[in-house]
């Protein structure tokens, strides 16, 4: 992809399955807003292929519009709409959308259905966001930063969210975040995008074995402490656990953390 002179993306080149849930993460400015408004169908691309539900995005029509999902930084618009009545109105837009109730149990709003959205809490107002991105019942969700400035709370509940969408509704779910332990909760699959490439693209814990592969043992033994690294964990513990004498205590096993994995992989490229 090119803005003008300046090419943002080289060859991404990625798929996302039905049901599946991927974390798009990456530094600032290295072309995530870009990319997943190419798959939107608000962004012409300069150049490469894609297709979103079968279609290519420059090509979408309303009937392949109305299967994506778009969850934006809060709406500001509707203070003045009651919760319940602006989902209604929302869902006559789509073929087949949300019964009102059902969608108002599935985000949590029930108990807020006949309030203003302007005297929703931030964390009821980014359920309502979510509710009207999901209102035509989506097959795939775009899902931008969701929980920034979020307090623990909002966020978990968020999470649950997210993951009953998943389970219930089989959406297939693909998200921008700066938050790290975010992406590694909640997604199946985590893309690095850097610098416009992508740099990788597995589980959390299989990035993390691409970057440091060994993980780090620690016990006590006979009031000793000792630590170990390691790349088959489990053969070694297992050892460990049977050699005779005093018995192993305090056992812990520490993962590289895809905190670890994310700064070494950008810093690599960076630095190239
Ligand atoms: N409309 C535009 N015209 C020219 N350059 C742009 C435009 N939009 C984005 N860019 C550039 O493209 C690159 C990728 O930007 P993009 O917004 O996709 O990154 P991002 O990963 O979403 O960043 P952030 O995490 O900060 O939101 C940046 O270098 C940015 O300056």
Redesign the pocket.
């Known amino acids: 992809m090119r803005?003008?002179t300046?090419d943002?993306l080289h060859g991404v080149d990625f798929e996302v399955r039905t049901g599946e849930l991927v974390a798009l993460l990456?530094?600032?400015?290295?072309?995530?807003?870009?990319?997943i408004e190419i798959l939107e169908g608000f962004r012409a691309r300069s150049g490469g292929e894609v297709e979103v539900l079968g279609t290519d995005p420059a090509q979408g029509d309303e009937t392949w519009r109305a299967g994506l999902g778009i969850v934006l930084q809060s709406w500001r618009d509707h203070a003045k709409w009651r919760v319940r009545e602006l989902l209604a109105h929302l869902g006559r837009y789509y073929p087949d959308p949300f019964d009102t109730d059902e969608l108002l149990e599935l985000v949590g709003l029930t108990g807020q259905q006949g309030q203003r959205a302007g005297t929703l809490s931030g964390g009821q107002r980014r359920r309502l966001d979510v509710a009207i991105g999901i209102v035509g019942r989506p097959r795939l969700l775009f899902l931008d930063e969701p929980t920034a400035g979020f307090d623990p709370q909002a966020r978990r509940e968020f999470h649950e969210l997210v993951h009953r969408l998943v389970d219930v509704e089989n959406t297939t779910v693909l998200l921008?975040t700066?938050d790290l332990a975010e992406a590694e909760k909640l997604a199946d699959r985590i893309l690095i995008?850097a610098q416009g490439r992508i740099l990788a693209d597995g589980s959390a814990v299989e990035l993390a074995r691409t970057v440091a592969g060994k993980a780090e043992i620690r016990w006590t033994r006979g009031g000793k402490h000792f630590v170990h690294t390691a790349d088959e964990v489990e053969d070694y513990v297992r050892e460990l656990l049977a050699e005779p004498g005093e018995p192993v205590r305090d056992l812990e096993v520490r993962r590289t953390s895809l905190e670890d994995t994310y700064m070494a992989m950008v810093h690599r490229t960076e630095g190239s």
């Open positions: 803005y003008g300046k943002v990456g530094p600032n400015g290295a072309g995530k807003s870009t990319t921008t700066h995008l």
